[in-house]
């Protein structure tokens, strides 16, 4: 009664959803604007060279690693969403009140963070440059469609993402845990120890080479330590949430 | 069924404890009437009884459950109306799909009642509802949903003088004795005919607690003209109707309604102590 419950889960998904709907439509209406937007401005600079298509696989190469970095960090910032929604005393006394699991609850707002919000902006950019490539296609200037140039992307195999994509899980995870235990700034904040460490770990790895000589680590056992760092990160999240409480101090959520 | 033991509470970051060492215990077939000054910790206790905070000693507990854990079983069994609330932006009928599921004694029949007495219609887009008809919204929700334990703070504020009758009307159909109603409130005059136990807070500590029954038992409501002697009254204040006393009721005197602004006002002037 009081463990995990696949139904009861599934009501608190389609609970936490439902709730959010308008937020989650409003981002991927803002995404496929501003993704369709960059698209035309890439075309309109191109303007000259629409016949060449050299250059127009080069213009679409920017325009897809662009629309790449942009997608990257609106996906890790999406993960700051995760308790965007009760953030508000009224909505938060409603989602707490709410007959689930502590777990129930935080794996609904994970999947909403970590799943749901990423796929608009990914879906965004699909009907973006879709829209975009339609339009040019229509006023007769070809067919240059950056999602089939990033389909086509030389080295795409699944082998080559898998890397990328642990490390995007690990990042993720890490704003969640940011956004779990602080009620504002954790965006900010959670950068700012990100790139922290970003610089101390070559430091630390440094002097440990200097002690022990040059180490070699095997990409596997990076992925692993990675993903296990993953679910600490959820871990320790679902820790906090299980504290959570309707009125809180102005920085924290327990 | 709802058991408060030695909790002590404080907000963080203040260093002013709201509750200290408070103990208090709560049984079904009972409309309590929670009364306070502004900041006395009533809003904090239904709260804490609610499990939306913890306290920082002690433990509130439900039918023996902890309800800072918030498990579901026991979560079914509480509905708090907050005196702040929002409502999604979707149909009331959709609202009913969503949240319904989670209330196993959730009654349809019950929901619609409620809102034809408080003259609203089945078909409402929440998020076009003025304040007071949300609440009625929200209100009738929380009646139909079935639990055991229902929370309410200031329930009568935003509606309107009609609305207030039917509130009473609706809540005072729906108890049941299995039931535990919580209403805190400053519109004492909205509740006053609901109530059947009185618990007044102060500052870290209840003044009083105890049954309509046994205050009406035991003192006298009533209006004294100028000039009516006042030596046997424990407390008094001028009115439009001469002077609003409370008395020790005499033996075989005629029992006389609780006025519950007059017994707020003796209880925390400290004239009206003996329970």
């Known amino acids: ?254 | 069924m709802i058991d408060i033991q030695n909790i002590s509470f404080r907000y963080a970051g203040s260093k002013e404890m709201v509750l200290q060492d408070f103990s208090l215990q709560l049984s079904e077939n009972n409309i309590y009437g929670l009364l306070g000054k502004n900041g006395t910790g009533k809003s904090t206790l239904l709260y804490l009884i609610s499990g939306l905070l913890r306290p920082c000693s002690g433990k509130v507990s439900i039918d023996g459950v902890e309800s800072f854990k918030r498990v579901p079983s026991t979560l079914e069994e509480i509905f708090i109306v907050p005196e702040e609330f929002d409502l999604p932006a979707m149909t009331l009928d959709k609202y009913v799909r969503i949240n319904e599921p989670f209330y196993p004694r959730f009654n349809r029949e019950v929901l619609e009642k409620c809102l034809a007495d408080f003259e609203l219609p089945h078909s409402l887009k929440l998020d076009a509802l003025s304040m007071g008809q949300k609440k009625k919204v929200f209100m009738s929700f929380a009646l139909a949903a079935g639990t055991r334990l229902l929370l309410m703070d200031e329930p009568t504020n935003g509606l309107d003088i009609p609305s207030k009758m039917q509130f009473r009307k609706v809540v005072a159909g729906n108890m049941s004795d299995d039931r535990i109603l919580i209403i805190s409130t400053h519109q004492v005059h909205d509740v006053e005919a609901l109530l059947d136990h009185i618990l007044i807070l102060t500052r870290n500590r209840l003044l009083l607690n105890a049954s309509v029954e046994d205050i009406c038992q035991r003192y006298a409501f009533e209006y004294r003209m100028p000039g009516m002697p006042l030596d046997d009254v424990l407390y008094s204040e001028p009115s439009m109707q001469g002077n609003a006393v409370v008395s020790m009721r005499k033996e075989g005197g005629v029992e006389t309604p609780l006025n519950l602004e007059l017994l707020f006002n003796a209880v925390t002037m400290g004239k009206v102590n003996q329970f």
């Open chain 1, 1 to 254: 009664m009081d463990t995990f419950n696949i139904n009861r889960f599934w009501r608190t998904l389609c609970w936490y959803v439902l709730e959010n709907k308008n937020s989650l439509f409003k981002w991927f209406v803002s995404f496929s604007l501003a993704f369709m937007a960059m698209g035309v401005f890439f075309m309109y600079v191109m303007r000259n060279h629409l016949d060449d298509p050299g250059m127009v696989k080069v213009g679409m190469g920017q325009l897809v690693a662009f629309s790449t970095i942009i997608m990257f960090f609106s996906i890790i910032f999406a993960n700051c969403l995760v308790f965007s929604c009760i953030t508000k005393k009224q909505r938060r006394t409603a989602f707490l009140m709410l007959p689930a699991t502590n777990m129930e609850k935080y794996v609904s707002a994970c999947i909403y963070a970590a799943v749901l919000a990423p796929l608009s902006i990914i879906l965004a950019f699909l009907v973006g440059d879709t829209l975009r490539t339609l339009i040019y296609a229509a006023i007769g200037h070809g067919w240059h469609s950056a999602v089939k140039e990033m389909w086509e992307l030389e080295g795409g195999s699944i082998k080559n993402f898998g890397k990328p994509f642990v490390i995007m899980l690990w990042l993720g995870s890490t704003y969640i845990l940011g956004a779990t235990l602080l009620r504002k700034a954790h965006f900010p904040v959670v950068s700012a120890v990100l790139l922290i460490l970003l610089f101390t770990f070559p430091i630390i790895m440094v002097k440990y080479i200097q002690h022990v000589g040059p180490v070699s680590i095997p990409e596997y056992v990076k992925i692993v330590v990675t993903l296990l760092l993953t679910v600490f990160n959820y871990c320790v999240g679902y820790r906090l949430f299980k504290r959570f409480q309707l009125i809180t101090s102005k920085w924290t959520n327990i």
